[in-house]
């Protein structure tokens, strides 16, 4: 039989990946690592039995976790990324010359070690990069002892089960907020509503309970099972449509990134949510 990686991070659902070749099978102390290839989705990262990235796609998450709130805010200097392990992310906001720093705080090495050698293709311009900072720890400890500023923190950790569940508490987002700039900007993976409604409404919660403006935004990433997956924009101060779409647009222009995903019509639009995700915020953020 050949060999296959299955996705059993949905409760009642599995799906399973045909692997052309298994690249890395690990127990770290963390978690269990698989890296397979797929001849549909290229290669393919699961931590824990749940799809993290696949190289085919990971283009769609990475330049909406980084360019949405980038292109909003404008002027961002500094960036603080909890997680991320495949690097995929810090390279999309590394491609932003005016950016100063990108801190990085991931849990497990193994992780690293295993995207530096088999998914150079989505990380390959980030170690050399003298303004990439990696710190190997556990992002709630890295927070709470932290006495720098961001403009922007994003969070790109697995799904609140393990290490990362306190990574969607209200007290590590009280953390996040101490650490960030006026018009500072946190962005929060919050699941797929359509699988995941539990996950989508206690993370917009607590974001609600901690910052003034909070809203959500979709991706549709044919890697992550089950439809649309929510973002979570949470900030003191900066409204996600506090920039015209003609300032946004002229942002992107100048910018000139080469991106796939990404356009300031799509960003604008990925706040748009149907009805039942909609209800689904409303419910979570009306308390
Ligand atoms: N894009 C993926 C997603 O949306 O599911 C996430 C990719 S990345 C591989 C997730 C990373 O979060 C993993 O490398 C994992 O080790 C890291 N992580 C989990 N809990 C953490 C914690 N408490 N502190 C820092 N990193 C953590």
Redesign the pocket.
Known sequence: MSERADDISISGIRHTYEATRTLARERSP??DITLIENERFGRV?L?DG????TTAD?FI??EMLAHVPIFAHGDVQDVLI?????C??AEEVLKHKDIRRVVQ????AC??DL?RRYLQEINSGVFDDERFQLHI????S?ISGLDERFDLVLV????PV???S??FSAGFYRSVRRCLRLRGVLVA?AGVPFVQPLEFTSTMRNLASVFKVTNSYLLASPG?FGGH?ALGWASESLSPAASTLDVVRARHLSAALKLRYYTPEVAQAAFALPGYINELLEAATRD
């Open positions: 963390h978690q990262l931590l749940a799809t993290q990235l990971e998450y990475h909890i997680g991320g392990g495949d995929g992310l705080v991931e849990l497990d992780v690293i995207s720890r556990d992002g709630i890295f790109d950790s697995t799904d393990g290490a990362a306190k990574l993976q992550y997956l």
